[in-house]
């Protein structure tokens, strides 16, 4: 008896090979944003791993639950890697400010804001989010890692340095608008004498400041009774008529163009400050 055979059709057939091959998906496909694009995002997957973890600093969070604003440069492409700009605010909230998108966008920087790590929650917390979204944008994009850069703005300001302080084999400079603090005892923020010595060959501090900002004395004060003495590289860009509020998009794109042009030569060890900057009054103390 002869065994009957039956033909499949041509497009079952493709399915069944289509299901059989591994998944090849691109990180293009898992990226929230695509090239243009801006909002508030929720980033696909785990948490990255992250390696050098501090035991002080909050990792154990649940990505599906957390929300970070994106914005990726119109000309933004996987064949050309870009670098990454992650904002930590001194609110919960936080867009992006408009005139920083063109900046952003010529300096070829991706843009990161995590929510809900404002002044009112702990530094751990406020830390581990942002180490998270630059590790996880790294993982979801094609991110230059000499081209990492912290910024913040006033309690946020802090969570940049620390940030520098603490991850110098992750980002390679910083943007403290109107807030900064210093690894020393009395400022409360403590760091491995180790990772200090890294920061100080690898991690630029562009701290932004003005005459009308209330923390102006202290960032003044703590650049050249602390960042110069050190040897940081360092810089300070001293606005005039600048109040307590995030640096303009000409005043960013200056203290960009100052980190990047430093990233390609070695650590001299010999802090910038702008010409006209007003002396430091000692002992002011800087609120967040």
Known sequence: MKSTRFALPASILAIAVLLSLPNFASAADAQPAAAGKEGLFTLPGEVPNIPNKIPSIEYDLNLAQEKFYLRIPPGYKDQRPHG???????SDQMGIPKDWKSVLARHKLIYVAPQNVGNNQVTSRRVGMTVIAIHKMMELYKIDPKRVYAGGLSGGA???????????DLVSGT??????VFPAPRSGFQCDPKLAEKAKARVGFALVTGARDFNHGGMLNCYEHAFVPEQYRAKVFDVPNMGHTYASGKTLNSALNWLEQGDAKPNQGKPEKPAGSNTPRTGTRSRR
């Open 158 to 168: 802090k969570i940049a340095c620390i940030i520098g302080f603490l991850n110098p």
């Open 175 to 180: 943007v403290p608008m109107c807030g900064v």
């Open 84 to 90: 990454l700009f992650v904002f930590t605010n001194h």
